[in-house]
């Protein structure tokens, strides 16, 4: 397949550049394409980096003023040289940029400025979607990153504690990933966590966990929570523990509650 590439053939033929690579050199001027060249923006194309046999843990102490490991002087330290990118960033003809982004591999999609790459959505399930989506393509909001979330107007990036059900594997009867209760992550904009129990905590418990009825095991699951969803009223023998009002928010699903016990938040 022949390229808008700057190359020499053999005997007297020659492939001409691509107007794009001698007008443009920047990313901006690129992507505004003022001249209307249609004109796409390639990333470099990252080399490797080669390292000796050196001792990783042979550094330069500077109070030593000399190369130091665990104490002792060492003389052998591991150095490390990039080899250059394979490729550099240029500004090339959009003949030459993939069609469909959705066949490009996890190496080539971040390249393309036109394609946008979501590592997310490798899940390793049948229904996943591509990793590598043409522009306006459908983004997942679970799992995605910061920047990525916020850039959506589908999505939302907030705190929602009672959100680690989600994680819950039947199959396993565990949860794959408790950090959720503790974390900022990306959710659908029209997302409804599930209702957290406050009242089967301990007063002890009260500030530092949040409550889940596991209708599986018929129990209740406890998990770690700084947003404190739940607060403490009352003194220690006559009080209980119950949703904390300061916290802002109040649309809750009940399917994880008692059935007999769903709050009106």
Not at 52 to 60: A, I, S, V, Y
Not at 199 to 207: D, G, I, P
Request: with cysteine; net charge negative; aromatic share 10%.
């Amino acid at each position: 397949m022949e390229t808008w590439e700057a190359v020499v053939s053999t005997q007297s033929t020659w492939v001409a550049e691509s107007p794009c690579l001698t007008t443009y050199e920047t990313k901006r001027d690129c992507s505004r394409d003022r001249q209307e060249l249609g004109c796409r923006w390639r990333l470099a194309q990252a080399g490797r980096t080669v390292c000796n046999d050196g001792d990783k843990k042979c550094k330069f102490d500077e109070e030593a003023g000399r190369l130091m490991r665990k104490g002792e002087p060492c003389d052998n330290p591991r150095t490390c040289e990039y080899q250059g990118d394979v490729h550099p960033a240029q500004c090339v003809a959009v003949e030459e940029a993939p069609v469909d982004c959705n066949t490009l591999s996890k190496a080539e999609c971040p390249l393309w400025d036109h394609c946008n790459y979501y590592k997310h959505h490798f899940t390793g399930h049948d229904d996943d979607l591509p990793y590598c989506q043409n522009e306006g393509g459908e983004m997942l909001c679970p799992g995605a990153a910061k920047k990525e979330c916020q850039a959506n107007s589908d999505c939302q990036w907030a705190r929602l504690p009672s959100a680690i059900w989600e994680s819950y594997d039947a199959d396993a009867g565990e949860f794959t990933d408790r950090k959720t209760a503790i974390k900022d992550a990306c959710y659908d904009n029209d997302y409804v966590p599930p209702a957290p129990v406050c009242h089967t905590l301990t007063q002890k418990e009260c500030a530092k966990y949040l409550a889940l009825y596991n209708p599986f095991h018929d129990r209740y699951d406890n998990f770690k929570n700084k947003s404190r969803v739940c607060a403490w009223t009352g003194d220690k023998r006559n009080g209980e523990c119950g949703h904390n009002p300061a916290v802002d928010q109040d649309n809750y699903r009940c399917e994880f509650t008692e059935p007999t016990h769903c709050p009106d938040y």
